[in-house]
């Protein structure tokens, strides 16, 4: 398939996932003004274009659905609704946002965008272990230490991104326990010929479902309550902390409630919002965010408050 009619697919599932819903008459209107059109309002041959939402279903499982009612097209999966962002969607997201990118050249030096250095050097070769099941051997230098871990090898379960950086989790293979590693402290990185098998009772999808970001701790998972200001409310609807946030609404002020283990990455997420948001419970929770708060208070002496 060409680069260009992989673009091709990547315009219009983006262009009716952003429509919610679209007729025909304005997708060939925008097709038009596209890159891919040709400046009028012709847009897509009727074969091309259900030749097109037959590819688009086979590559990426999205399926383009017609209402006979209102003329509009939109997303299946979308209308189906789910808490958690698929891979799928990742994919069809990133390559969305390279084609909108490449869109604007004429003003690249007016775009600035985040960088995944973890990205550009391991990411594919972490993949293909995880494909074909192979072990992972790699030097490790945490942030904790200043001699690296030579000869570290890992048993690649899943990957997982967070604030800009992979991490691929696993089990060491010299101590025997699921560990997470973060691809930008790895070096020497390489695939070994030793395979293994998922164990039975690991489903990956349950390991991370109460994390918050990347500790994994297997400890009790808590319900917790949070009281946000009106301002800090609109930030949290539109990015949600968990995918089990849930939101009600009382006066002057929204109370989010969340279904997560206690970390100290989550501890941190909130104190990074100040007095916008306070714990409510739970109480172990509230603990928690004192201490950090009277913590950080012993770096200040009388003199400085």
């Known amino acids: 398939m060409s680069h260009d009619l992989f673009n091709r697919y990547i315009w219009l599932v983006d262009t009716i996932r952003r429509h919610g819903r679209i007729t025909r008459t304005e997708l060939n ?6 890159r891919f059109g040709d400046g009028t309002e012709r847009g897509i041959p009727r074969r091309t274009f259900y030749n097109y939402r037959a590819a688009i279903e ?11 009612s209102t003329y509009e097209y939109s997303i299946e999966s979308e209308e189906e609704g789910g808490s958690n962002p698929s891979m799928t969607d990742w994919m069809l997201n990133a390559a969305a946002m390279g084609s909108v990118v490449q869109d604007a050249q004429e003003a690249a030096g007016r775009i600035f965008v985040e960088d995944v250095p973890s990205a550009r050097v391991h990411l594919s070769t972490v993949i293909s272990a995880l494909k074909g099941f192979h072990t992972l051997t790699f030097t490790y230098t945490p942030y904790t230490r200043v001699n690296p871990t030579r000869g570290v090898g890992l048993e690649p379960y899943f990957l997982k991104i967070f604030r800009q950086r992979w991490y691929i989790t696993g089990r060491n293979v010299k101590d025997g326990v699921v560990k997470t590693y973060a691809l ?3 070096s020497d990185v390489t695939i070994s010929t030793d395979t293994f098998s998922l164990p039975d009772d690991f489903d990956a999808g349950e390991y991370v479902n109460d994390a918050f970001g990347i500790i994994f701790t297997q400890g009790q998972a808590y ?12 930030y949290l609807r539109t990015l949600p902390l968990h995918h089990s946030q849930s939101e009600s609404v009382a006066d002057g002020y929204s109370v989010f409630s969340y279904r997560l283990r206690l970390t100290g990455d ?3 997420e909130l104190l990074s919002f100040g007095p916008s948001v306070t714990v409510i419970s739970p109480p172990e929770l509230k603990a928690m965010v004192v201490s950090s708060l009277r913590d950080t208070l012993d770096n200040y002496g009388p003199d400085d408050i």
């Not at 086979?58 to 006979?68: D, K, R, W």
């Not at 319900?223 to 609109?234: E, G, I, Q, S, Y």
């Open 58 to 68: 086979e590559l990426f499982g999205v399926s383009i659905t017609y209402n006979p």
């Open 266 to 268: 989550f501890v941190n």
């Open 29 to 34: 209107r925008l097709w038009g003004r596209s």
């Open 184 to 186: 930008d402290r790895m």
């Open 223 to 234: 319900d917790v309550r949070l009281r946000v200001d009106p301002r800090r409310a609109k």
